[in-house]
């Protein structure tokens, strides 16, 4: 009868149904990141006198923090384990996001914006370490349209709620944000102490990109998406109030569509991924955007602008969890937190630079204009799809521990 082997690593447990809640739970924080207050961005503007560059760098502040301190992240998930900086991630999220309840002045509102980011991106490298840690094959496919369903609906509800609560004072919606704190504590009780792959000598993130280049296209792509989505988030609400819709939960209501979109997506995202595969589900999505951004740019009906949104939304929710997935199944366990943050850096860089770059633009022009100048954008995208071969992920082949013998050197 053999013996059992001292130094194996037991078996993950199956994830608990309560732990996967609160993990779908913690993902949809990511999402309302700034679409909680987006409701109120115009009330904001004119409260505290600023300029809409200005107002929607209320919405995307938290981005530049969240892509600056993600790959310190990483390495700490890596090196240390995945528990603690969720939970810290969370709690710092529900803080920070909810000092806007008493801020008074643009400066200190966009100080706060910018700590939360901290916390966000925590809860954004580690939620979805998690998902790829704690799931395998087809079951991770299942769980990663869920996700993409549970970011939705958030995007669905903590907006109507922000809109709801911003009837109020644009500080109300401001106490949607310390929800990270219960979900902190929460995930404290629930989520396993899963070990630090990083303790692993799988090397920087320099050798991880070297070994890995293609991990450069997917992250190209996650800032496209991202400079998108937050094109649509930031000009959507004032092109909205062109056609008289000021109502700021009237104007939630309408910019909900894009996650009504999205979650219908991503209850059958596991079998549109299996019959299409990744780099055809990147095509789609990327034509979706391009139309739904022309509409905008075409028509300035609000019947017509909701069915924009929606649209929008079903391509965003296939690129949700085919992105996650194609960044995690090309990266070695050991540095799936590095590879993850990377993703986090690229998304809200794009985040974070939307307003900067058509913002000059629009105002020049028109927010029409604008809307047509991401449709042309989107379609050149789709070209270089459609042109250039896109990298497959792979499972990457594992990094040799030097102090563990080969086969060839093992004592008999």
Known sequence: MALPDPTARPAPRAPHRAMLLVLLLASTLTLMAGAVIAPVVGVIRGELGVSGTGAGLI??????SLALVSPFVGWAIDRFGLRTPLVGGLLLYGVAGGTGLVTESYTALIISRFVFGVGAAAVFVGTTVALLALFQGEQRDRVAGWRSTALSLG??????????????????????????????????????????EGRAKGGGVVTLLRRRPGLLVFYAFSFFASFLLYVLAVFLPQRLTEVDVEEPFLIALIT????VGGSLIGLVYARMKARLGYVNLLRVATVAWALSFLLIGLN?????LTLAAFVFGLGSGVVVPALAMMIGESAPAAQRGQAMSLSGTANFTGQFVAPL???????????????????????????????FPVPSPKPPEATPDPDKPSPDTAPV
């Open 59 to 64: 919405l995307t502040a938290h981005g530049l």
């Open 256 to 259: 909900t569509s894009t996650s």
């Open 357 to 387: 770059i058509l913002g000059p633009v629009i105002g020049a022009t028109s927010i029409g204009t604008g809307f047509l100048v991401g449709s042309a954008l989107a379609a050149l995208v789709l070209l270089a799809l459609l042109t």
């Open 155 to 196: 995007g669905i509800i903590w907006p109507l709620i922000g809109g709801a609560l911003g009837g109020l004072s644009w500080h109300a919606p401001f106490a949607v944000y310390l929800l990270g704190i219960p979900v902190g504590l929460l995930t404290l009780l629930v989520m396993p102490a899963l070990p630090a």
């Open 300 to 304: 300035g009906q609000w019947v017509f």
